[in-house]
């Protein structure tokens, strides 16, 4: 699933022809190694070339990542900051779910909202969520907020906007088979976009997939969602 390496080239606009990084493809995949190492990715597209990192602007309380609100950065290679996503949770995790996304400047630019009840996102294991923009319905999605930590389960999970499905995120491990036996189950995420779309769409699907980047590496607040099926 990982593309190939390539050598560099100039960096794109951050949505160009209607797709995020002007790419109908784009990969997620873990760093591994430093501070935050396990909420830290790449984005590269299928040639291999690195678009962006994105990584925690500040560290939350040791232990309390999933209860937390968590601000994170897009930055190019050479560190200039394309946008934020802040997740929030409300107080002590028991209020709705959202993803926002800002501008450096601190401009919304849209926002994966729950939807879902608390009761339903208590006992199942996946959340569902509306992707919006100035308070309008653009498309929905769902995210999962549970796997076991030795899970096989891979991730093929649609999106939608108001009519028909415009993307889909997959995941697919990225262990050898030895390290699958032994190691909490990691993965890579990759975005299929089905045809170009307009602002702020491109820039949710981005933050859509990262959030089931995200959600994979934070605990579960839904305790009986690991009996769900």
């Not at 309390?64 to 802040?86: H, K, N, Y």
Request: charged fraction near 20%.
């Amino acid at each position: 699933m990982q593309p190939p390496t390539a050598a560099k080239v100039p960096a794109p606009p951050l949505t160009s022809g209607g797709y995020p990084f002007g790419e109908p493809t784009l990969f997620l995949q873990p760093i591994h190694g430093g501070a935050g190492s396990d909420i830290r990715c790449s984005i590269t597209n299928p040639r291999g070339q690195l678009l962006a990192l994105i990584q925690l602007l500040k560290a939350p309380p040791l232990g309390a990542e999933a209860i937390s609100e968590l601000v994170f950065e897009v930055v190019r290679p050479d560190g200039t900051q394309l946008l934020q996503f802040i997740r929030s949770v409300g107080f002590r995790g028991h209020g709705k779910h959202g993803l926002h996304v800002r501008d450096p400047d601190g401009r919304e630019l849209g926002c994966l909202r729950q939807t879902s009840s608390y009761w339903q996102f208590f006992r199942t294991p996946k959340i569902s969520f509306e992707l919006e923009y100035q308070d309008q319905s653009l498309g929905a999605t769902k995210i999962r907020s549970y796997i076991p930590k030795f899970t096989k389960l891979e991730l093929d999970e649609p999106i939608y906007d108001t009519s028909t499905e415009i993307g889909r995120v997959h995941s697919q491990r990225n262990q050898s088979k030895l390290e699958a036996m032994f190691m909490y189950a990691t993965f890579d995420y990759r975005l299929d976009c089905a045809h170009p779309t307009s602002p702020p769409m491109p820039t949710l699907l981005l933050a859509t997939t990262f959030a089931h980047f995200l959600y994979d590496h934070l605990d579960s607040l839904a305790p009986f969602s690991r009996w769900a099926r």
